[in-house]
């Protein structure tokens, strides 16, 4: 390794944050103030970890056009039973909110941060006993990248202009501009690892990966079974036998399948019931504060969310400290129109505030050369927990300002193929992005694949690429602030809250502290928890 690509001048000379490349990549998730990256459990004592048992999941987004293919993950069930059961990625969100090496065992940049290299561990399997190698990174990511991509992951790979084994262990990344944040890149769940075929291409259709788990059965839309890798690479993990996922929609049926023992735990638990769960000795609630997210996203380029007025006239005309309280009870904290969690590096709270405002939205519409405004809007349960409380407030709301609003009561099967970025202004759940770099190169950019806004703004894109090769702090704060204070101002995501994960799990299921940056433990439930 040369001079300058050795990763401790890297660390010292990137942070001003910190001197490791640990400290730097955690520190990317703590430095802001606000909710706590960090779990914390003060008072609890950690049960050992044991292995052996069944542990039955329940999600709430499967549907049956679900597959196996990486490029094509995007709820809940694909990520977490898919992206963070049955494979793995070079790197992974810790508990802590940092990337750790996962099947690399250490990176390193050079100066500029547009080389970066990643050493994989030595003796790593897929699922049928063949070894791993970097040849199968290579083709893994190859998978995403190309103008024809309609990968999910398209725009965090489109900067990579080279990617090659330098031998069987070593992947050498060569960047268009400067990365500081390649490491958490890579932990995408979207980019895990598959076996390379002989053309270059992925075998992704058989569903051998390297994951913690292997598939038994594969029901799409209903339910996945999946067996313990007993070649697994992470000492004494996983602990469970066997784990199941089950798709069950309605939150009535999970709460009544999780208080009959049919299964062990239950996301998105139910707020309006969740004091009876709070009663039963035999249930645990877990509320992490992580990076979810929930909008009403308006397609800016169709009339009339083509007129920045009538998106401002919208934004103002939500009362979202109301729908906290009665569509959330509470558990959730009201936001600003301002996708980026507070606790994440280089969070703003854009000005003025969007408070509600009768008169500011009056104001709005009238600059759109309106007096009133009639738009529909589409949700259902599973857009978001209480989507459709949330939008009939929001009607309320919105008709003191003259604004009428229509809820259409969309199908849940189907919704994430039917209805997001089919119609013009839908409820979303976002599960969020570990940095601002990844959250905005994947839902805000112009060319983001999952820019269910449409928005384009070039000022925005000029910035994305400046702050994501900024090694000084400051400068990068500042960067990052104008792009919050454009997305505010002109972008098409009214942000309703940031909203807490709030599952409930049997008390025979165990865990350690439980990772808050994405769903289901940072999506690791199945490889981290064990039987009580």
């Known amino acids: 390794m040369s001079d300058n690509e050795n990763s401790t001048t890297t660390d010292r000379r990137i942070a001003g944050l910190s001197a490791t490349r640990r400290a730097f990549l955690s520190g990317a998730a703590t430095a802001a103030v606000g909710l706590a990256i960090l779990p914390s459990f003060p008072s609890m004592v950690f049960a050992e970890a044991k292995s052996g048992g069944h542990a039955r999941f329940a999600i709430n987004d499967g549907a049956q056009t679900d597959a196996l293919d990486p490029a094509t993950w995007q709820s809940s069930f694909t990520q977490v039973v898919f992206g963070g059961t049955l494979c793995n990625a070079l790197t992974e969100l810790g508990v802590d909110g940092s990337a750790e090496p996962d099947l690399a065992e250490s990176f390193s940049s050079s100066d500029d941060m547009k080389t970066w290299t990643f050493k994989l561990r030595s003796g790593l399997k897929f699922h049928d006993g063949k070894n791993v190698t970097s040849a199968?990174?290579?083709?893994?990511?190859?998978?995403?990248?190309?103008?024809?991509?309609?990968?999910?992951?398209?725009?965090?790979?489109?900067?990579?202009?080279?990617?090659?084994?330098?031998?069987?262990?070593?992947?050498?990344?060569?960047?268009?501009?400067?990365?500081?944040?390649?490491?958490?890149?890579?932990?995408?769940?979207?980019?895990?690892?598959?076996?390379?075929?002989?053309?270059?291409?992925?075998?992704?259709?058989?569903?051998?990966?390297?994951?913690?788990?292997?598939?038994?059965?594969?029901?799409?839309?209903?339910?996945?079974?999946?067996?313990?890798?007993?070649?697994?690479?992470?000492?004494?993990?996983?602990?469970?036998?066997?784990?199941?996922?089950?798709?069950?929609i309605d939150v009535a049926a999970r709460t009544n399948a999780l208080m009959t023992g049919e299964i062990d735990y239950m996301v998105d638990a139910d707020i309006k019931t969740l004091t009876l769960l709070e009663r039963n000795p035999e249930v645990e609630i877990s509320k992490v504060a992580g990076l979810r997210h929930f909008t009403f996203s308006m397609n800016t380029e169709v009339a009339p969310f083509n007129d920045p007025n009538v998106r401002q006239a919208l934004k103002y005309a939500i009362d979202r400290e109301d729908v906290v309280a009665k569509a959330f009870l509470g558990n959730a904290k009201a936001a600003n129109d301002n996708p980026i969690a507070q606790q994440i590096a280089f969070a703003t709270n854009p000005e003025p505030v969007h408070s509600y405002n009768i008169e500011k939205a009056k104001e709005y519409l009238a600059k759109a050369g309106l007096e009133s405004l009639k738009v529909d809007l589409s949700v259902a349960e599973t857009a978001f927990p209480n989507a459709i409380d949330a939008a009939l407030l929001f009607k309320e709301h919105a008709a003191k300002a003259g604004i009428e609003i229509n809820v259409v009561r969309e199908p849940d099967d189907g919704y994430w193929d039917n209805v997001w970025m089919q119609k013009p202004f839908v409820g979303v759940d976002w599960l969020g992005k570990p940095t601002c770099d990844s959250l905005f190169t994947t839902v805000y950019a112009s060319d983001g694949p999952w820019n269910d806004t449409h928005w384009k703004n070039a000022r925005f894109d000029e910035l994305l690429i400046a702050g994501r090769a900024e090694a000084d702090p400051a400068k990068r704060k500042a960067i990052y602030a104008e792009m919050q204070q454009l997305l505010q101002d002109d972008g098409g995501a009214l942000v309703i809250a940031y909203a807490l994960f709030i599952d409930a799990m049997s008390k025979k299921i165990g865990h350690g502290p439980i990772g808050n940056m994405l769903q289901c433990d940072n999506f690791r439930m199945a490889e981290r928890w064990w039987m009580a």
């Not at 790979?157 to 990617?163: G, H, Y």
């Not at 501009?177 to 895990?192: E, R």
């Not at 990966?209 to 059965?217: L, R, S, V």
């Open 136 to 248: 199968d990174v290579v083709a893994s990511f190859k998978h995403h990248m190309g103008a024809e991509s309609s990968s999910a992951a398209k725009a965090i790979v489109d900067a990579i202009t080279d990617i090659k084994a330098a031998d069987d262990l070593t992947v050498v990344f060569t960047l268009a501009g400067g990365n500081a944040d390649f490491p958490y890149i890579v932990s995408d769940c979207h980019l895990a690892v598959f076996p390379a075929k002989p053309d270059g291409t992925i075998e992704w259709g058989k569903g051998i990966a390297t994951g913690p788990y292997i598939i038994d059965d594969l029901q799409p839309g209903v339910s996945v079974k999946m067996k313990k890798n007993p070649a697994y690479h992470k000492p004494g993990k996983p602990y469970f036998d066997s784990v199941e996922f089950v798709n069950i």
